[in-house]
């Protein structure tokens, strides 16, 4: 398929008229044709009237009908075979078997949603039938079921070009719910987006869908961005990157006449604590695998472990060593773009002037352009909690070690976190009574919660949560990855003393889709 | 019980050091001892500093102890005897029946979410166990389940003295999901709020909780309402009130460093469509029962009928003739407080002064103070689409017909109302085609659609949605009515390979609660 450089807006390519996109291949700093010129406010407009045009049809497509529809996505991304690979490799910097593996996921979670499409949980479906004798008053008939927020607006992430951009978990989600989609691509990998779009497009085409359900838009600057977020036809929003950009979209979306629910997931420093019995027993074992998981796609995880917390001795200091170690051998990789490179840099010096943290390792040096040095660094509790600056994330593959006097002043760090994502424990057997104290401060702090493992790398599955308080997301009730992430987009609608013929399937008397409802206070088998 | 006038900050009364706000017996005007001196920024500090001191141990008792707690409150509120209800009547105006009435709503809800407590599946238990030989990648043993997301501040509602207030339904759902509460009370009914705080505060002594599980305090102006919001330790908040208020406070709860999920319930009309056929054949009928409901406590619910939408001709004036008749017939009634009545006066005189409205009829004037006089009130839907200032809402028993040319135009008029609590079609057989179109517009204005009803009164049940797009609430995702109220103080946590003895109960591998789980994707039976 030829890269034409137009945006997708329901079944038309449209050439935008502001000034192109281009993306740049961070391994060499060479431009990538073609160039994507951005939308217009006019184009805003189109989009978003087709995907209210769209709505009421597309939320009320039977749940089979969205399950296939999401299945076809999927089988027209794996239909564009090598070319998606190449070009999302060339755009992103990212190893060929990342990118594959990406794609994997993001069919994969297609799938995953489409199963939940079909099981109809999400409708969540209650039935309180008429009691017309009920002493003092009557009961009417009451019905609740979910229906779909309304057209959707997602932001592609630039640290994954297929499972979090324009056919990943925000837009996949959105789909399942009901709610039409318009994706803000993100400039990175501008061609990555035309090829995903146009499989989504040809799945719209495919299963008869009004072609509102999907448009793609690009463009540069805030522009696009900050006019989708404020179109009184857009229901929602999921966005995912940093937290200056969140916070800004999130004000947007919540200064609206009618303001709506924003979805960012921004920021996490996803921090380790080191229990003492563990560090006792592997600090060594700990320290490498810890830079392995620091390292993994040169630290551009949400879920980068960047804090290390631990008490202060020779046994943390057997772990510090291993790390630096393993810090010093770790290669350059290049990172996702010239900014993220350059925003990674201007952190790592931040840490190095803030006098408060000292460097412990450096890791090996670049020799083409954009290429993230590690670094490990090193603070005290006391410099820690005096210093909300050392909290900040620094997105690649940089961490920061805070050595605490003692469990109390450890759990003092923990206390003094921000929200994050997740939160790891290495821990012993005879580390319980010290993790079972920790663990509330924890759960008051993270989404995820590990133990003996490290926290890059996210399954997409039904117990996953990808969320957690602010500033991790702008919405701790919900999720971002896995299949409870369909709850984003929906909203519950009570039906009183509906006549049959009016009522949608799923809240009919026969129960036609055999749904096990919360039938007048008891769950149905 | 004497009423001392105090604050009840944890186990402690204590005796605010601000101005004292004192009740008006709004049928009299006379002033209510004692005086309720509002509490200043250091109560403020106290409550929520005790509440923080709770949550972990409050979030973490067992479903058992937890419904037992609602239960008891419930006893202990009915312990209270004549001297509530008495209290209550004098502090609202509000009829004995409608009083002893409500006591058993909030009696009934209280023992409604113990049951939804009990049965747990508000947990919304996830497994994905491990597979440890999984191609390319083993999987983790993830587990899920939902979490209390912190102390919550509940705003007691003036025209619900006890089923929207201090022990309330945003009360009872967030005591249910795990989170301490700490109750503004409202400035109109304080008597009551004390009452009602010394029950709970005699409940959680009972049931051996920390002291902080619950507060009560008072305060005129915004003083205490904001800073309680504002405190970093209230994770979320509860309103039912004024669309000014509402907004105002939360807008504060988004400006935090921290921004907070804040529910209020706001402003509705609740349109009520009547379709040709069902006009035709009852609108004589119709006209006497509408103005029943319009004028039901003195037209202060939140689902009190303030719109009627109906096709111009011979059949719309039966109904109007009707209708007016009962409107001069209609006895005046007492508001809730002189604000109210003076902001009902207001809004009325809005409405004849609007150019806009003309007047149908008025009810019998009052002849004591503070007495609704209910109106009628009619417009065109060109007027209507024109004058956004017409979809005011009238708090009180005014309502406002709209006469439309035809089937496009009512419609139109649909489809330019604001977000609704509730939405009700009068319709016949006939009318099927017709309810049918207009269905999918009112699933997006409105959060309970009803045939045939009329939407004053809101039953608490398992498929009530008491809530609806703004400004009918702040988060349309959300009910606050009916057990689904409990969702709102949730949030999930996820836990990645935790040891056995670190796992919460609820997601223990044995399921000591059984649950239905989710279990590797499947529902277990």
Request: proline share 6%; with cysteine.
């Amino acid at each position: 398929m030829n890269l034409t450089g137009e945006m997708l807006i329901g079944q038309k390519a449209v050439k935008g008229s502001r000034d192109p996109i281009h993306a740049i291949n961070p391994a060499t700093n060479e431009r990538l044709e073609p160039g994507y010129a951005g939308g217009t406010q006019a184009d805003v407009e189109n989009a978003c009237q087709l995907a209210w045009e769209a709505f009421d049809r597309y939320r009320e497509t039977s749940l089979e009908d969205r399950a296939t529809f999401l299945e076809t996505i999927a089988d027209e991304i794996e239909a564009l075979g090598d070319a998606l690979v190449e070009r999302a490799v060339a755009e992103s910097g990212l190893p060929q078997a990342r990118i594959q593996g990406e794609r994997g996921r993001t069919c994969g979670q297609l799938r995953l949603f489409a199963k939940t499409v079909r099981a109809g949980e999400w409708l969540d479906v209650r039935v309180d039938p008429a009691m017309p004798d009920r002493q003092p008053m009557p009961r009417a008939d009451l019905r609740q079921r979910h229906i779909a927020l309304g057209p959707v607006v997602v932001f592609g992430a630039s640290n994954f070009p297929l499972a979090f951009s324009v056919a990943g978990g925000d837009t996949a989600s959105a789909l399942a719910a009901g709610c039409p989609v318009i994706v803000k691509a993100h400039a990175a990998h501008p061609g990555t987006g035309e090829l995903v779009g146009r499989a989504i497009q040809a799945a719209v085409k495919k299963c008869g869908l009004p072609e509102g359900v999907f448009s793609l838009m690009f463009g540069s600057g805030r522009e696009v961005g900050t006019a989708l977020v404020s179109d009184e036809r857009i229901k929602a929003a999921g966005f995912t990157g940093s937290r200056s950009g969140g916070i800004a979209l999130w004000k947007a979306a919540q200064s609206r006449p009618e303001p709506i629910p924003f979805y960012a997931e921004m920021s996490s420093i996803n921090p380790v604590f080191l229990l003492p019995a563990a560090l006792k027993a592997r600090g060594e074992e700990m320290g490498k695998a810890f830079v392995g998981s620091l390292n993994m796609g040169a630290g551009q995880f949400c879920t980068n472990p960047g804090l290390v917390i631990a008490i202060k001795g020779p046994e943390l200091d057997v772990f510090i060593k291993a790390a630096g170690e393993a810090v010093k051998e770790s290669s350059a990789q290049t990172m996702l773009t010239p900014g993220i490179f350059e925003a990674y840099e201007n952190g790592v010096k931040s840490l190095q002037d803030s006098g408060k943290a000292q460097e412990v390792a450096r890791g090996q040096k670049g020799e083409s352009p954009n290429q993230c040095q590690t670094g490990l660094f090193k603070t005290s509790a006391q410099d820690f909690l005096a210093s909300h600056a050392l909290q900040d994330e620094v997105f690649g593959s940089t961490s920061l070690v805070v050595e605490c006097a003692d469990e109390a002043e450890l759990k003092k760090v923990a206390e003094h976190l921000e929200g994050q994502l997740t939160a790891t424990l290495q821990m012993d057997d005879a580390d319980l009574d010290a993790a079972r104290k920790l663990l509330p401060t924890l759960e008051r702090k993270a989404g995820r919660i590990l133990v003996n493992g490290w926290p890059t790398g996210v399954e997409v599955c039904d117990a996953m949560v990808h969320g957690g308080p602010f500033p991790a997301t702008s919405d701790s009730r919900t999720t971002s990855v896995g299949t409870a992430a369909i709850f984003r987009f929906l909203r519950p609608v009570c039906y009183q003393d509906l006549p049959e013929g009016l009522l949608p399937d799923a809240i009919k008397n026969d129960n036609p889709l055999k749904l096990r409802r919360l039938l007048d206070g008891k769950r149905e088998k």
